[in-house]
Antibody, heavy 121, light 111 residues
Framework: EVQLVQSGAEVKKPGESLKISCKGS????????IGWVRQMPGKGLEWMGI????????RYSPSFQGQVTISADKSISTAYLQWSSLKASDTAMYYC??????????????WGQGTLVTVSS | QSALTQPASVSGSPGQSITISCTGT?????????VSWYQQHPGKAPKLMIY???NRPSGVSNRFSGSKSGNTASLTISGLQAEDEADYYC???????????FGGGTKLTVL
């Protein structure tokens, strides 16, 4: 069974750094792109970026380029999303997602349970 | 403002059919057969319901179907059931530097 299990909720202050994780299991982690999707409170979905754990090829949405860093450690089948300096506007639910196929088509077939990040002074 | 345009809400009675539209441009919906639909129940992660315009993943009810005409894609749910009440999001591959664009979401109410 394919599973994406994310790290737990975080409460941080503005300016702090953060790294959240997503562990894949039940499939070949290095053979599928893993992405991140943001959902701000009461809002819709936004694609942030994606990484291919096999060779660490990483793509970012222009809206998130330079704001976050996506990485992966294939030895432990885990992808990461990190911030160097959080802002209150980063408060959101973050989902890791598995891309459905090797060719990028923008379709995500498995979703993690979500990690709620709250940034407040 | 979302890249793809969906109605904010739709409603229907049990047993009826409803259709949710998703309008984009020739750079996304109209240019590629890579439209997906996701269902999200409150407090839950989204679930893929349709991919590549009209394909259902294994386990998704055949009451859900997708189609596309020009720059507009549609999700049809037939035989509405109470459990279908949820938010629905469309997404499309895009030729811009953004891999995928989402619609703003449609809240489906089963009356």
């Amino acid at each position: 069974e394919v599973q994406l299990v994310q790290s737990g909720a975080e409460v941080k202050k503005p300016g702090e750094s953060l790294k959240i994780s997503c562990k894949g299991s039940g499939y070949s982690f290095t053979s599928y792109w893993i992405g991140w999707v943001r959902q701000m409170p009461g809002k819709g979905l936004e694609w942030m970026g994606i990484i291919y754990p096999g060779d660490s090829d990483t793509r970012y949405s222009p809206s998130f380029q330079g704001q976050v860093t996506i990485s992966a450690d294939k030895s432990i089948s885990t992808a990461y999303l990190q911030w160097s300096s959080l802002k209150a506007s980063d408060t959101a639910m973050y989902y890791c997602v598995r891309h459905r196929r090797d060719i990028l088509t923008g379709s995500f077939d498995y979703w993690g349970q979500g990690t709620l990040v709250t940034v407040s002074s | 403002q979302s890249a793809l345009t969906q109605p904010a809400s739709v409603s229907g009675s049990p047993g009826q059919s409803i259709t949710i539209s998703c309008t984009g441009t020739s750079s996304d919906v109209g240019g590629y057969n890579y439209v997906s639909w996701y269902q999200q129940h409150p407090g839950k992660a989204p679930k893929l319901m349709i991919y590549d315009v009209s394909n259902r993943p294994s386990g998704v009810s055949n009451r859900f179907s997708g189609s596309k005409s020009g720059n507009t894609a549609s999700l049809t749910i037939s035989g509405l059931q109470a459990e279908d009440e949820a938010d629905y999001y469309c997404s499309s591959y895009t030729s811009s530097s953004t891999l995928a664009v989402f619609g703003g979401g449609t809240k489906l109410t089963v009356l």
